[in-house]
């Protein structure tokens, strides 16, 4: 297969270059229907995400908050290469390949009111990419630095086109206090080229601490100025929607309270990936799906249509 032209590059100059965006936000047209209404799908294409408060119902809030103890439990020092280890402390700081490894994560991945509305914002349907948690435990959890997801997948993973979407579905608080997930609202129709040559395996570097792939400073502040740090609080039973290529990161959690997301990147079936664009080889399955499988939205179940203003850039 031709590789696609590569309309993002990164990781080949010595200077960071800004670059804006050639895909649209939104892909579906306006009068999909799903669980989105208009005011919400305006919402994630003028800022790049959207927090949906009370999306699950308790009792699936109970059952994947079990899941996620066990998961905890289990992976605490297995040594599998889907875990990654805090870099001091040695707790569990993430945990891969979820919907493939836990059945009740699989079935997260393909809850049909989910699975409408990813069909809504990328106009397709889909598979995950990616699933994980993320684990920031009292006292001890490390940041997550600044970063656009878009990025390392271009980079590292070869997809080619900003036609993905990640879903944050907290399974504890997420506040001010315990390094709740910052996000630069805006900052999606900006594409920051890094500089800096992916050293060989750098995802084993990079779960732990991204050096490479990460913006520069003064790129990062022309962000910053122009559009600003919003930082959702988001709990147990939402679900924060956002783009891939919006800027995000988290800081360390020094207060007692702990704090974990599950993760679910759902991409388009048109969107699949190819050889890296800026690595000697790609990144293993348990990091980015190469084989993937369809999902399937039930696009008929019976939800508001939801019309909305046209989603040109």
């Known amino acids: ?15 960071p270059r800004i670059v804006d965006r050639v895909d649209p936000v939104v892909y579906s047209d306006p009068v999909t229907r799903g669980p989105l209404d208009y005011a919400q799908l305006d919402d994630f294409e003028h800022k790049g995400f959207l927090h949906v408060p009370e999306f699950f119902s308790g009792d699936t809030v109970a059952t994947l908050q079990d899941a996620l103890h066990h998961t905890r439990q289990a992976e ?9 280890e805090e870099p ?5 700081r993430s945990v891969f390949a979820v919907h493939r490894d836990y059945p009740v994560f699989g079935e997260l991945c393909r809850d049909q009111r989910l699975l409408r509305a990813v069909f809504q914002l990328l106009g397709s349907d889909a598979y995950i990419h990616q699933s994980r948690i993320n684990f920031k435990p009292g006292f001890r959890g490390k940041e997550f630095y600044w970063h656009s997801d878009f990025e390392t997948w271009h980079a590292e993973d070869g997809m080619p086109r900003m036609r993905a979407v990640s879903c944050l579905i907290p399974m504890t608080p997420n506040n001010q206090y315990n390094g709740a997930l910052m ?8 594409y920051i080229s890094c500089v800096g040559e992916t050293p060989q395996n750098h995802y084993k570097q990079s779960l732990k601490q991204q050096r490479t792939g990460v913006p520069d400073d003064d790129s990062l502040r022309w962000l910053v100025d122009k559009y600003g740090i919003e930082a959702p609080a988001t709990g147990p039973g939402s679900v924060l ?6 800027m995000h990161g988290s800081n360390s959690n020094i207060s007692p309270f702990p704090r974990s997301n599950v993760f679910m990147v759902f991409n ?14 790609p990144r293993p399955e348990f990091l980015a799906t ?20 046209s989603h040109a850039i």
């Open 1 to 15: 297969m031709q590789k696609q032209q590569d309309l993002y590059p990164t990781r080949i100059d010595d200077q």
């Open 76 to 84: 605490a020092g297995s040594g599998r290469a889907e875990v990654v």
């Open 88 to 92: 001091d402390s040695g707790e569990v």
């Open 183 to 190: 996000l630069i609202p805006g900052s999606h129709r900006h």
């Open 241 to 246: 929607f956002f783009d891939c290529n919006v």
């Open 268 to 281: 388009s079936v048109y969107n699949t990936l190819q050889a890296p664009f800026s690595a000697d080889s």
């Open 290 to 309: 190469r084989q993937p499988r369809p999902l399937g939205a039930d696009k008929t179940a019976p939800t508001p249509a939801a019309s909305r203003r």
